[in-house]
């Protein structure tokens, strides 16, 4: 998981197996703390791996008011990718396609 930030939103990036309803329950966090999706896209492979990418706006501006918040919201979407299973605490420091597009992470994805 990783979440980044630009001058006018916030992108979401998400790479995790597949489960049935992942993609709208990440979407509910993203409306439960008011955020604002302009774009989302979904990829997955034959192996059941997703490359989510939500980007959003702050309406609220709540991560500029109360930047403790970010860590809440990042716990909050932790919770929800890995549900049942252990996830690694640094998991948001991991990257996931630094500057290539999704597509092609998910040809990458494909050959493993």
């Known amino acids: 998981m990783e979440l980044s930030s630009t001058p006018h939103a916030f992108t979401l990036t998400l790479l995790t197996a597949d489960r049935p309803g ?44 109360n930047p403790g918040e970010i860590d809440r919201f990042q716990d909050d979407l932790e919770s929800v990718v890995c549900r049942n299973r252990r996830c690694s605490r ?16 998910v040809r990458d994805l494909d050959r493993i």
């Open 90 to 105: 640094n998991s948001r420091d991991s990257k996931t396609t630094s500057g290539r597009g999704a597509e092609s992470a």
């Open 22 to 65: 992942l993609f709208a329950t990440v979407a509910g966090v993203l409306a439960g703390w008011s955020m604002n999706i302009v774009k989302a896209e979904a990829f997955a492979n034959s192996a059941g791996i997703i490359l989510d990418t939500f980007h959003f706006t702050d309406p609220s501006r709540t991560f500029e008011m």
